[in-house]
């Protein structure tokens, strides 16, 4: 190899570079602009093969564009998303404006082992490559291989001309191509919009078999009306992200502002019903709900637009059982049903009408306090106005209804209003609010309390008023609305949310009392949606609710938070410790849990802070609250969790690791890499084959694999990383196999991904995409493999058989493997666990029982590995002992990629 430095340049290379020029800039496409442009390079300089790849935002690099000649291979779709480090040397060459040359492949083997590896599969033998720049940045590089040795001097003159065109070129197309790409995507979520629906519509047609979702997000509107539209923003890219999980974002498309439609081509029937399902499970445990419609045709039978009418009929049909499964709950607890598709409440009697009518003839100058009044409302309204010179109030024909008033006019209403206040402590402040308002200490009031309806139940209401005055300064009008706060109370339990124990938490602090708070959350519940269903468990949270607020109202306020989690805060005159309470809500959480058949272990966890001591302000107790709930659920061997301040940075440092787990993943398993661990030979030492290890990186450190894969599988992540740890295996395991033919290499697979039927196809395409044989491959499974769903699990097994693969039993001899498994499932190779390895050296029985089961393995026909040698003499012993492999510290740890192809070429 070497590194070109300074070439003279030859004459014909401004001909070469403007007969390249003509040739390529004539196309109509970019795509055509960059095949010509590598085909006259290609076919005038006699190579194998010319291309351009890209350095990608993630830190790696990809092939974008490749010609070939006759007889050559294509490998541009083998080589995507190739880390850095495999050409780390190359960049260096390039910022000092020098092209790499590689005169004869074997040249760089044990210099640079890991671009020899990748180089080793395509058939190089030699190469030149050009870096692409724009503004100073390596952006790319362009390369040829297998050239003429006599050509070299003249590419790479006609490279360093050629490599400011080229990178220009991608410049332009990437402005183009965002252009498009705003043409035809939604900017707020990313998807497709309905202008690229229009350009997949004229290609549909045919032969071909379609799959259609059609979602509307229900509660748009209402997020949108309660919380501003950067919540209701929050939803719909939430709800995407749920289909995008599903079915991937290159087949979904917004089609409106709550309505997004899913187009699956030549997708099989069941594979699409079966996504549709599992789409429909994950909405059902979500707090988000997207109403759902399918359909599925050919298009040679059913048009389009009548696949697309069909699912979005389901849709409409599925959006209204769930608004009357809504309906009906909130009837049941004698609510009044709002229609989401109009939240505002208007006077409907004529009756009321004329009332208002006589009212302002009356008072004519009443009705700009009665607009001006309006303005301040953000939520759906029951107004209310009165002429203070005669203390008569005209209300909404809705404020009458809800309230049992006898009339639209009503006589001194202050008063009559102050008998429906349930709360004492409400009552005092809302009179204290009012006098404050006549006595000019306020402009307006402004306050959330209960009060009883016309039947006696609680409603927590927002009411606010603005009082006006004449010329003279004297009370004139008192005018306002009172608002439904659905949103303060949750509809399942009827017991008051976030905001109100906020409220409740600063009318204390203001007060300069001191309480308990207890943070409550239920365990399992998730489990309990699924097998039990979601009526069911919104039952049990309502039993619950109702005998905490019935036993023990006279010590605790009570407060559901998000999810399943409730504030309990301890009335100041309670004489009870939090100790004590904690038993009596834990006794009782668990009669409900035994009354409904749940038979589970810690159904629910505690957590304790002392307000205000520990934290003075409430709305930071409250999210510290909800944070130590979760690390109680995860420590349901401790009775409860009292607060400190390291306990929460541990716990959102979890949550963060959760949160960029997810979008790593997303992001195709962005921060993941694998590494190998080199298994050796018992005979000679020589390494024969490997096992790939995941590693992922948070925060500058791997996390534990034992934390990851837990995290991944309890997470639902494990099935995507998994195909992704998969694909990495053949890719590498292609490249070392170019090398040595006989090199096996090993990957673990989670019992998630046996159960995903995708998986076994995936493999098979995987092997077939880089043309690798399977008996290259070893899949290693674990004795918790075969604990459940043995005929799954057989099938899954024959299935990778196959493919060509062997099978590795893991871990044998860390649990309760028995050789019963050796004959039951075809198994080649057995790996012994560690711990059988323990004081092996001080004991002449254990070395004997070790014997025993490797003698036994070959018996059966099977090969086997030990784990864990970390010394020479364990390693000396399983010598003897007659193991086939030997895998351990002793002789590698798992090493990266380029260390392992160093060891590997050496």
Known sequence: MDLEGMYSTDTSTETLVNECLKYALGAESYQETFDQLLSYVGNKFH??????????????????????APGSTRQRELLQNEPMETIEWWLETFRDDRLVIIRELDSIRNDYPAAYAALKPQGIHSLVVSPLKSEGEIIGFLGIDDPGQEQIPIIVSFFKVMEYFVASLLK????????????YHDQLTGALNRSAYKEKE???????YVGIVYGDITGLKRENDLFGHAAGDRLICRCYELLCGEFGRELIYR???????????DMERRMFEEKCHRLKEIISREDCHIAIGTSWGCLLETALTALIAKAEQEMYKNKSEYYEKINSMERKRGKIVVSERNTSYRPKSVEAAETLHQFLLQNPDGIGPLIDSTEMADSPICLYIGDLRTNIYYITDNMRKMFGFDSNLVYDLLTKWEKRICYTEDLESYRRDIENIWNKNQKEHDFKYRVYDKEGKLLWIHCRGRLYRDAEDNPRYFAGFVSRQEFLIDPITNLPRENAAVHKLEMLRKRGEHTIVVGIGLNHFMEINETKGRSAADNLLQELSIFWESRLSNKVWFYRLEGVSFMAVVKPDCPDTAEDLIMELRESVNYYFRKWNLLVNSPCSFCVFYYPSDIDTPELLVEKLISLIEIAKSNTQMDYISYSADTIDKYRENAGLVLRLNKDVLNNCCNFRIVIQPVVSAANGRVEGGEVLLRWRYMGKDVPAHVL?????????ISRVGHWVFQETVRHCAR???????FRLSFNVSYLQIMDDGFLPFM??????????????????????????????????????????SIALDDFGSGYSSMGLLIKYPINVVKLDRTLLKGMTESWDKQAFLKAIILACHQFGKRVCVEGVENQEEERIVREMGSDMIQGYYFYRPLELGDFYRVFTI
């Open 736 to 742: 070392i196999t170019a090398v040595d033919r006989n």
């Open 764 to 805: 098979a395409e995987t092997i077939r995409k880089y043309q690798i044989s399977g008996q290259s491959l070893v899949m290693e499974l674990t004795e918790n493999h075969f604990n459940d769903q043995p005929e799954r699990l057989l099938k899954f097994i024959d299935g990778c058989r196959a493919l060509g693969m």
């Open 172 to 183: 332009r197309r990437d402005l183009s191509y965002r252009l498009t790409y705003v043409s």
């Open 255 to 265: 089609m409106g502002g709550d309505e997004f439609m899913v187009i699956c081509i």
């Open 47 to 68: 190579c194998a093969r010319t291309y351009i790849f890209e350095i990608n935002k993630n830190n790696t690099f990809s092939n974008t564009y490749e010609w070939c």
């Open 709 to 717: 894969i837990h995290l991944l599988e309890k997470k639902g992540l």
């Open 202 to 208: 004229k290609q549909l047609q045919g032969d071909v």
